[in-house]
């Protein structure tokens, strides 16, 4: 039966493909090191010419998640997921396929045509991205050149906010007038509507027409870990007391824009991130950029919400480790125990780090340098100490009831240390502090174990993990059927090229019995004919279905025969397979066509002859 035919570049990126010419998406993929674009995402160990890590695409503890670098292909052993980089980005990052060709030839520094405000809301999935990219170049401009941003330039002097980093973090003003951004907007093409929805402008209530929401304001663009912007902080010039306006204004939440799901920085902090394999988790703009500034360059802010899963989830996988900087005045709250447990919850570390009193990141590092700041972080203590100390404030840790509400509180999170020796140095600490002996703790953590079983290997933490993460997001694609002589000869022929002019005389396309396997055969000729010389990955941007995609996949990165001999036995073998099938299949057509043709036809007669013709080759088997 024929696979449904869903073709992965829609209509849109067909017509928006056009607009990046063919040897700059070329360019890009040669230039391309998907090792390190995927690095992003998850951790990659190499392992001989591949790299391995877990897979971003379905739930796991060890490492199918595989990336060839020379074949420029990931594809996962567990869910099957795969693809080339530009397929990466477009699952997981949900970019449309000329946004993938941009990011990464701005990464890679290839040069492309520019593309105007209107062809990039075109090559979107949503206009808003355009549109807040422009608004964002706006307002910088207007920072930069314009006479009456001189109160927002001097908040920026005040705020040791320099000039490069304005610059790196996009700053921007909002001018006072009522419909500043408005008019440059429509200019370029922007509808009213849509700077509605964008939440940059407001809908008069009186008249028709709309007002910008931000007026006289030092603009923060909020950027998403691609590094677009899509909304944004305004801060008030003038005394906000004064002015009865809010000191801070946010956009509102927009079909791209959800507070909790983002850390403010996180793209410029992302090479530091993944260098160090440790993150700074500050609340404000001017704190981010004020480690930025000092050289503190692994610093990402909440922008004042509590941590989520969501944000737990853009750090898994690029860190091991997370330090939480708290204010001097303000150190955590309920929150924090709960955003400890979810970092816990996916094997990261967590230290605290509490300022002195009365400082915050920027108040500190306009005094102090990014070393002295980095002194006090490397000070930071773990996510244990840091609850026993903060439980010796609100209870009384000499009274044995105190002492049980502690353990009851810290038990649940020093179940989640996945390694052993870490959650019994702690069961230790905690022991210790509370001068409780260790069984006894280990007891009470553990109250439905027999006693011997108290041996930490016994640990039931890990079943009761097992059960609770049954595939969340596991989507397992049907399996192809990977041992057909098809599959196998078009695996060789995807290994060796050559070979293809000497199938082509014995294997026609109608031969492949598989939908899919067909149109491979048939794209293949194609490259060959056409002199391409990457087989994989250009290949995969022909594969019509996911299917397709997989199948290629899975052939680049199976074991391949190389000793030509055995190569030539093999082709052999497959081709006579194949061949031996051909009567059968030729016999199950013509029967099929027999019964569309009228009774007594030329035609009738010519089909009939022919099956005769096939049945004496070879007669049909009932097997
Ligand atoms: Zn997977």
Known sequence: MPVAVRPLLNSKDKLVSQLIP?????????????????????????????????????????????????????????????????????????????????????????????????????????????????????????????????????????????????????????????????????????????????????????????????????????HDRLGRPIAFGGRALESSEAMHVPKYLNSPETPIFHKGRLLYGLALARAALRQREQALIVEGYTDVIACHRQGVTHAVGTLGTALTEHHVGLLKGIVKEVVLVFDGDAAGGAATERSIGLFLDVGMRVRVVTLPEGEDPDSFLRRHTGEEFLRYVDEAVSFVDYLLTRAARFADLRHPAGRADCVDRLSPLLRKIENQVERWGYVALVAERLGVPPEVLQRQMYPHQAPRAHTPSQAPAHDARRTREAPVRSRRPPSPTPVSPEYTLLQMLCHHVHLLEQVQHQVNPEDFHDADLRAIYTVLAGRALAGGPTIFPRMLEEAANPRQTQLLTQMAMGATLTNPTEVSAALHDCITKIRQRQPKAQRQRIIEQLRTVGDGTAEQQQLLQEYNRLSKEQPMSFS
């Not at 949900?94 to 060709?101: C, I, K, Q, S």
């Not at 940059?200 to 007026?215: H, K, S, T, W």
């Open 22 to 222: 063919e040897e700059v998406v070329q360019e890009v993929l040669l230039r391309t090191d998907i090792v390190d674009v995927l690095g992003d995402y998850v951790q990659l160990k190499r392992t001989g010419a591949n790299a391995k890590g877990l897979c971003p695409f379905h739930q796991e503890k060890t490492p199918s998640f595989t990336v060839s670098p020379a074949k420029g292909l990931f594809y996962c052993f567990g869910c099957h997921a795969s693809g080339n980089v530009f397929r990466f980005l477009m699952q997981h990052e949900h970019m449309t396929f000329p946004e993938a060709v941009r990011f990464l030839a701005a990464r890679y520094g290839v040069r492309i045509p520019e593309a105007s405000a209107q062809q990039r809301q075109q090559e979107s999935l949503s206009p808003l991205y355009a549109l807040h990219q422009a608004a964002a170049t706006f307002f910088h401009e207007c920072l930069l050149r314009d006479p009456v941003a001189q109160p927002a330039r001097l908040v920026c002097r005040q705020r040791h906010i320099t000039h490069e980093m304005a610059g790196r973090f996009g700053l921007g003003y909002a001018p006072a007038a009522w419909d500043a951004l408005c008019q440059a907007m429509y200019k370029q093409g922007f509808s009213q509507e849509l700077l509605v929805q964008s939440g940059l402008a407001v809908v008069r209530e009186a008249q028709r027409g709309a007002y910008d929401r931000f007026r006289h304001r030092l603009m923060f663009p909020i």
